[in-house]
């Protein structure tokens, strides 16, 4: 078992160098991606005809077996190939993004959807489909009738991923006045201005105040339409004082790490590039693996993306190695990140996937109390590209102090 664990490690590393490569080189239009196939030992490379020399002579010099595959598609073109088709299905479709081995697009089809939906859908692309499954993206903020209180009496420490005060943390857990309760995400500045990331659809036209969720401090307010972009599921909150760090722990943590840049998934794949989300209500979850890369999903009827969907390893499935880790309601805007003495962002939590988690119970965090009402907690997820939503407002930088 040891034995297996160090191999499945090595294995990740070396599919990290080549994704990494492949990243390092952005402008090749030809570029597919990286991928750990589902023997767990072998490295397979997708590119849009031959591969570069100097990626192959990187992966010639790795310790596992590396093989290329020649990618019906590249990256850019699936990318733009599945913002199109999510466009024109956004009724009908829980997600869609390019397939593992670049053969085409995934499409997860809505619940919601006729029957019949994906054979009519294949028959008029013009792009090869593979049907992934039936389900739908859940938003995870939080609308509990306590969500109107400026504070509650939950006995949280501040401050703490519960009850943040300034410099505020990213992975806090907040309420929006009036409006409901979500986390905040990380720390950025624009000239004198601080703020804090969250996800547009915690307030979809930016009302209320975000506060400490039980501590009530102020966080502050979206201060302008322009910090709103939905399509990214991204929200600026302005406020006076904030810091590059990241709450790490349960809920009601008082221990943070600092942020140290931001980085995108770079290999797809059962075991491969792993994420985690520090996220505000359910504290910090074991890390998953990126399943879907180039995703796109609606959200309250936008769309939403790109992103990658993560999934629980092991299977969820699995009776003996049941998941772990979970996500839930108030956890919307949580940092997606890499880690374990400091952060790198990866991303921003966006909805709830297919897979549940066994161990979401009544008292386990704040916000799930056994209403029916109330959703309960998934061991899967949808999250932005934090490099692309931070890019589609200008003049933002990343604090790491």
Not at 64 to 81: G, M
Not at 186 to 207: D, F, I, K, R
Not at 286 to 301: K, L, M, T
Request: glycine share 12%.
């Amino acid at each position: 078992m040891e034995q297996d664990a160090h191999h499945d490690q090595t294995v990740r590393e070396a599919a990290d160098v080549l994704g990494t490569w492949i990243a390092d080189h952005p402008n090749d239009a030809a570029a597919g991606g990286v991928r750990i196939l589902p023997d767990h030992k072998t490295i397979a490379v997708y590119w849009k005809g031959s591969a570069p020399a100097a990626l192959q002579t990187l992966a010639a010099s790795l310790a596992v077996p590396v093989t290329f595959k020649v990618a019906a598609y590249s990256r850019a073109e699936l990318l733009a190939a599945a913002q199109a088709f999510a466009s024109a299905n956004l009724d009908t479709i829980g997600a869609v993004g390019r397939a593992p081995d670049f053969s085409g697009l995934s499409v997860l089809i809505s619940a919601k959807a006729p029957p019949g939906t994906f054979t009519q859908l294949k028959a008029k692309s013009g792009i090869p489909l593979i049907l992934r499954g039936t389900g739908d993206p859940t938003p995870l903020d939080a609308r509990a009738p306590q969500s109107g209180r400026t504070a509650s009496t939950n006995g949280c420490p501040v401050p703490a991923r519960c009850g943040d005060s300034a410099p505020f943390y990213g992975g806090g857990l907040v309420r929006i006045r009036g409006v409901g309760d979500c986390s905040t995400g990380v720390s950025l500045y624009a000239g004198p201005h601080n703020y804090m990331t969250t996800a547009w659809h915690c307030s979809a036209n930016g009302a209320g105040t975000f506060t400490g969720f039980d501590s009530g401090n102020v966080i502050g307010t979206v201060a302008s339409p322009d910090h709103i972009k939905n399509y990214r599921d991204f929200m600026l909150i302005e406020t006076s004082s904030n810091t590059g760090r990241i709450w790490t722990g349960n809920w009601e943590t008082t221990s943070s790490l600092r942020v140290s840049g931001m980085a995108r998934p770079s290999v797809n794949g059962e075991g491969g590039h792993t994420v985690a989300c520090s996220c505000g209500a359910s504290g910090n979850g074991h890390y998953q693996y990126v399943a879907i890369d180039g995703d796109f999903w609606p959200i309250r009827g936008r769309l939403v993306g790109p992103g990658f969907y993560a999934e629980e390893y092991p299977d969820r499935n699995d009776p003996d190695h049941p998941a772990t880790g979970w996500v839930q309601p108030g956890d919307s805007g949580s940092p997606i990140v890499r880690g374990s003495s400091y952060y790198e962002l990866q991303g921003f939590l966006s909805a709830g996937g297919i897979g549940t988690s066994p161990y979401c119970a009544p008292g386990r965090h704040p916000l799930f109390n056994g209403d029916p009402d109330i959703p309960g907690c998934w061991t899967e997820y949808w999250a932005t590209y934090a490099d692309t939503a931070i890019g589609s407002i200008a003049g933002l930088h990343l604090k790491t102090s």
